[in-house]
C-alpha cells in the first residue's frame, strides 16, 4: 500500500512538473552555451511555443513562411498589462509615424501615453547561431523574473519583439551539418551548400530589394504592422580581435540618414558599452569595422525609417566548439598595425579560451542593456521618432527634389511596376497618374507614378532614386583605396533599368495613392490574324517563351525590325502562330505576366527565326556559392528549364546531349578545377568529405571543352568564371584587367556605363545606352578572328565619363573595352559576361542578357 502512495505521488509531481515553464536548460536537457551543443530551429521553436503557453507576458505569433517553407515566427515579450493592450500601443507608434496626421501636441501625449517598440533579430547568417541559442534564456528570464529588477521594470516601457533567427532554414541545416561532422576528420570543414537555399551570406545584402521570402516577412513587421523605434541585429565576426562590437560606425556614413540616428546610436552604443565594461565585459570596439553607408543589411534599412538601427557583431567560435586564441594572435582591425588601447577600445582582450556561452553571455547583457536604455528614454525616442518623420516631410516640400516621376509605359513596364512594388514593401507612398500631366513645360504622360517626397520615408526614397557619390577617404591618392565594407551605388532605377525623371519644383496633381503597384493589364488584340507578337524589352518575355516551350508550341524572334499595322517591332519581339492551343496559353499569360499582344496577318519569314526548346545546367560547387544561388533563383523565377549539375555530372563525354547551355556562376578557376582555394587561403581550408571536396578535374574539364568545341554546346560564364574560360579552353581573349593593381585601378560595387548592341541576339530587347553594376577587376581585350574562330561584342564600356553611381578609380582602364563577348569556339559558343548581369537578383535592367543568351543557344 505504502509502495503504491509513493509511485502515485511521483507520478501526480511528474506531471505537475510537466506541467509547467521549463527553463532552456531543463527542455533542451544542456544549459544555452555548452560546448558542443546547439538546438535547431525546431527545438527553438517548440521552446517559444512552451513558453508563451504558460506565461501571459509572451506571445507567440507566426510571421509567414520561410523559402523552404518552414514557419517563421516572433516573440512579443512585455509586462501582462502591456500584452493586454498591444494593439493600442502599435496604434500610438502607427499614429507617431506619420507627422501630417497628428499635431505637436497630440504626439508629445502619444510619447507619453505609448512604449517603445524594440525589434531584436538574430542569426541571419546561420553559422553565427550564438544569438539564436542565447534568445531562448533571454524571453526565459525576462519573462520569470531571472533578470534583473532593472531589465524587469523597463518592460512597463517597452514592446520587446524578438525574432530568434530570420533564417530559420540554415540555423537547422547549420546544426545539422555541424553535428555530423562534429568529431570527424571533417570537423569544422564549411558546409558544401548555402545556408540560405537562394542566397547564403547574401540574405543580408536583401534590405532594399526585398527578392528573398524572409526578408519580406521580417520587413513587414518592421516596416508596417509594428514599426520599431530601435531595431538592433545581432552577428557574429572574426574570432581573432575585439569581442563585441557595438555601434557607432566608422566613415562614411550616408547623407541622407537624419542626424539624430548617428546620436542615438552614439548614445544607445556607449551606453551598452559602459553597462557591459561595469558587468566585466571586455574587448569591446565601436567606430571600426562596419560602415552606415547603405541600406542593404538588415541592420541598417530602417535608419532610413527613422528607426535607430542598431548592429552588434561579436568574436566567433567555430560553431560551438571553443577556440584557443593566443595573445600573438590577436588584433583588433585591420586599420589598426599595433594591437594597444584606443579611444574606441579602451579595454582589449587579450587572448585565451574563447567559447560558444562566452557570447550568449555578452549578448545577453547586451540586449538586456538595450531594454534599459529604451526603457529610460522612452518619450524622447517616440518624440523624436515622430520628429524625423516631420522633418523628412518638410525637406521634402521645401528642399530638392519635390517628387520623382516614373511612367509606367516604358522600354519594360512590368518591370517598372516591379520596382514600385519594392517601394511599396519598403513603406513608400506612391501616387498614380492616370492623366498626362505637366510641370514646368514638360509633359509627363498618362500612367505614370509620382512620388513625393513629403511624406515620412522621404530620404528613403531619396536615397534610393539618386546617384551614389562614395567620398574617397585617402589621406592623399598615394595610398591605396579606402573600400566601402560591400557596395557603393545603388541607385534602383540604374540597377532595374526604369527611367525616372526628378522634379524639383513644387506642383500641385490629381493623383491617387496607390496600395498596389498597377502591373499594365496585359491584354489580347481581337483582331483576327495568323500570329501574337508581343514587343521586346520586357523580361518576362522569357517567362512566355519558357512556357511555350513546356507546352510545346513553336515560338519565334525577328532578327530585324518589323513594321505590322503601323507599329514598330524591334528585334526580339516574341512571335507565336495562332492556334487553338497557342491561343488558350496567350490569354493566360495576358493576365498572369501583363503582356500585351498584337495580331499580324502577315509576317516575313526571312525576318524572324524559331528559338527551340533548350535545356541548362547550372554549375553548383560543393563551395556554398552564392552567385549560384541568386542565378538558381532568377532562373526559377523566370520558369527556364533548368537543372543543378555538379562535379560528378561532367564525368560524362556526352554532356551535349544532355544539356544545351551550361552556367558557370562567378567563382575562382581554382574552385572551378578543383573545388579548392589557392594562395593564402589554402593554408586555412578544412577538408570536406570526399563526395564535397573537389571540382571538376582533368577529366570534367576535357569533357567541358568537348561540349563547347566538338559539340557546339553552349557555354555561358559570369564574373570570375571568365578567366578561368579565358585560360583553360584557351579563348582568344584577354581580361585585361587581372594583373592591374587596386590602387591604379578599383571599382567597388558601382553603377557604370555600357554600350549594347541590341541588334545581337543576346542584346535583344536592350537599349544601346545601360548600366552595369561592376564590382569585378574584369575587361576583355578580344583578337582578329580567324578559321573557326570568332567573336562578337554585345557589350563594351564608352570612351568617357562611365561612372554613374558609386565609386571608379582608374576609369581609363575601361575606355572602348568589350564587357560582355559572345566567342565562337569552333563548333560552339563561350559568352563571357564580365559583369554579373543577374547579381544578387537586383540587376533587373540585365536580366535580358543573360535570358537571351539563354535563348539563342535554341536559335
Not at 509633359?443 to 511624406?455: E, F, G, H, R
Request: charged share 25%; proline share 4%.
Amino acid at each position: 500500500m505504502f509502495k503504491r502512495l509513493i509511485t502515485l505521488l511521483l507520478l501526480i509531481s511528474s506531471f505537475t512538473f510537466s506541467q509547467q515553464m521549463k527553463s532552456p536548460e531543463e527542455f533542451l536537457g544542456f544549459k544555452v552555451g555548452t560546448d558542443y551543443k546547439i538546438a535547431d530551429y525546431e527545438t527553438i521553436q517548440k521552446y517559444f511555443k512552451h513558453l508563451a503557453e504558460f506565461s501571459k507576458q509572451i506571445v507567440y505569433e507566426e510571421i509567414g513562411k520561410t523559402s523552404l517553407k518552414r514557419d517563421m515566427f516572433m516573440a512579443i515579450i512585455s509586462t501582462e498589462e502591456n500584452i493586454k493592450n498591444l494593439e493600442k500601443y502599435r496604434e500610438v507608434v502607427k499614429r507617431l509615424s506619420d507627422p501630417r496626421k497628428i499635431t505637436d501636441a497630440e504626439a508629445e501625449l502619444m510619447a507619453k501615453e505609448g512604449k517603445t517598440v524594440v525589434l531584436v533579430t538574430c542569426n541571419i547568417h546561420s553559422t553565427e547561431i550564438a544569438s539564436a541559442q542565447m534568445s531562448m534564456e533571454l524571453a526565459y528570464n525576462l519573462i520569470t523574473g531571472n533578470a534583473s529588477k532593472e531589465v524587469i521594470a523597463s518592460l512597463n516601457n517597452v514592446i520587446f519583439i524578438l525574432m530568434p533567427s530570420i533564417n530559420p532554414d540554415g540555423t537547422t541545416m547549420v546544426v545539422d551539418w555541424y553535428n555530423k561532422t562534429l568529431n570527424t576528420e571533417y570537423d569544422g570543414a564549411q558546409m558544401p551548400w548555402l545556408y540560405h537555399v537562394y542566397s547564403g551570406h547574401d540574405n543580408n545584402r536583401d534590405w532594399f530589394m526585398f527578392n528573398l521570402q524572409e526578408t519580406k516577412n521580417v520587413v513587414k513587421v518592421a516596416f508596417h504592422d509594428w514599426m520599431p523605434q530601435i531595431w538592433l541585429d545581432e552577428h557574429q565576426m572574426g574570432s581573432g580581435g575585439a569581442r563585441l562590437f557595438v555601434v557607432p560606425y566608422k566613415d562614411p556614413i550616408n547623407p541622407n540618414v537624419h542626424p539624430l540616428i548617428w546620436r542615438w546610436q552614439g548614445l544607445i552604443g556607449s551606453y551598452t558599452a559602459l553597462d557591459l565594461e561595469k558587468q566585466g565585459y571586455n574587448g569591446i570596439i565601436s567606430q571600426a569595422l562596419f560602415e552606415g553607408w547603405w541600406e542593404g543589411p538588415a541592420s541598417d534599412c530602417g535608419m532610413w525609417h527613422n528607426q535607430i538601427s542598431l548592429l552588434s557583431e561579436m568574436a566567433s567560435v567555430n560553431v560551438a566548439s571553443p577556440i584557443f586564441i593566443d595573445q600573438s594572435e590577436v588584433r583588433a582591425t585591420t586599420e589598426i598595425t599595433t594591437y594597444d588601447i584606443r579611444t574606441n577600445y579602451p579595454n582589449p582582450w587579450r587572448g585565451g579560451w574563447w567559447r560558444l556561452r562566452d557570447i550568449v553571455n555578452y549578448e545577453l547583457a547586451l540586449t538586456e542593456s538595450l531594454i534599459k536604455i529604451s526603457s529610460d528614454f522612452k518619450e524622447e525616442i517616440l518624440l523624436n521618432y515622430y520628429r524625423m518623420g516631420k522633418e523628412a516631410v518638410e525637406k521634402g516640400r521645401t528642399e530638392k527634389p519635390f517628387a520623382y516621376v516614373i511612367p509606367r509605359d516604358q522600354n519594360d513596364p512590368v518591370t517598372t511596376a516591379k520596382m514600385i512594388e519594392i517601394l511599396q514593401l519598403g513603406a513608400v507612398e506612391v501616387n498614380f497618374s492616370e492623366k498626362q500631366f505637366v510641370v514646368d513645360n514638360m509633359i509627363y504622360p498618362a500612367n505614370s507614378y509620382v512620388i513625393y517626397l513629403a511624406q515620412p520615408n522621404g530620404r528613403y526614397v531619396k536615397d534610393l532614386m539618386e546617384e551614389q557619390s562614395y567620398p574617397d577617404l585617402r589621406k592623399s591618392r598615394t595610398e591605396s583605396p579606402i573600400t566601402p565594407y560591400d557596395v557603393a551605388g545603388w541607385t534602383l532605377t540604374y540597377l532595374m533599368g526604369v527611367k525616372s525623371y526628378q522634379i524639383d519644383k513644387p506642383f500641385e496633381l490629381d493623383s491617387k495613392i496607390i496600395n498596389e503597384p498597377k502591373y499594365p493589364v496585359g491584354v489580347v488584340s481581337d483582331q483576327q490574324g495568323k500570329y501574337f507578337i508581343a514587343k521586346s524589352g520586357l523580361n518576362v518575355n522569357s517567362t512566355l517563351i519558357n512556357r511555350l516551350h513546356k507546352e510545346g508550341i513553336p515560338v519565334y524572334w525577328n532578327s530585324e525590325i518589323l513594321n505590322l499595322n503601323g507599329k514598330k517591332y524591334n528585334q526580339g519581339s516574341v512571335i507565336v502562330e495562332v492556334s487553338s492551343k497557342s491561343k488558350e496559353l496567350v490569354k493566360k499569360a495576358a493576365e498572369d505576366l501583363n503582356i500585351k499582344f498584337d495580331v499580324a496577318d502577315q509576317i516575313e519569314k526571312e525576318k524572324i527565326k524559331e528559338i527551340k526548346k533548350i535545356t541548362v545546367g547550372l554549375y553548383q560547387p560543393w563551395t556554398a556559392n552564392m552567385d549560384e544561388g541568386w542565378t538558381r533563383l532568377l532562373l526559377e523565377n523566370y520558369e527556364f528549364n533548368f537543372v543543378t549539375i555538379h562535379n560528378k555530372d561532367f564525368k560524362d563525354k556526352k554532356l551535349k546531349q544532355k544539356f544545351d547551355v551550361i552556367i558557370l556562376p562567378d567563382m575562382s578557376g581554382d574552385i572551378i578545377k578543383t573545388g579548392k582555394p589557392t594562395g593564402d587561403a589554402a593554408r586555412f581550408y578544412r577538408p570536406k568529405p570526399p563526395e564535397y571536396d573537389s571540382g571538376l578535374g582533368r577529366v570534367g574539364l576535357e569533357n567541358l571543352k568537348n561540349f563547347v568545341e566538338k559539340d557546339g554546346g553552349y557555354l555561358i560564364t559570369l564574373g570570375q568564371a571568365c578567366n578561368f574560360a579565358i585560360e583553360d579552353l584557351g579563348l582568344r581573349v584577354n581580361n585585361t584587367l587581372k594583373n592591374i593593381k587596386r590602387e591604379e585601378f578599383f571599382c567597388p560595387g558601382s553603377l557604370v556605363k555600357v554600350n549594347i548592341d541590341n541588334t545581337h541576339s543576346i542584346g535583344y530587347g536592350m537599349e544601346e545606352e545601360s548600366l552595369a553594376y561592376i564590382s569585378s577587376n574584369i575587361a576583355f581585350a578580344t583578337s582578329t578572328p580567324f578559321g573557326k574562330y570568332d567573336r562578337s561584342i554585345v557589350a563594351r564600356f564608352p570612351d568617357k565619363n562611365l561612372l554613374k553611381s558609386g565609386f571608379l578609380l582608374g576609369e581609363d582602364y575601361l575606355f572602348k573595352r568589350a564587357a560582355i563577348v559572345d566567342v565562337t569556339q569552333k563548333k560552339g559558343h563561350v559568352i563571357l559576361m564580365g559583369f554579373k548581369v543577374q547579381n544578387r537578383h537586383w540587376t533587373f535592367g540585365m536580366f535580358k542578357l543573360l535570358f537571351n543568351a539563354i535563348h539563342s543557344a535554341g536559335l
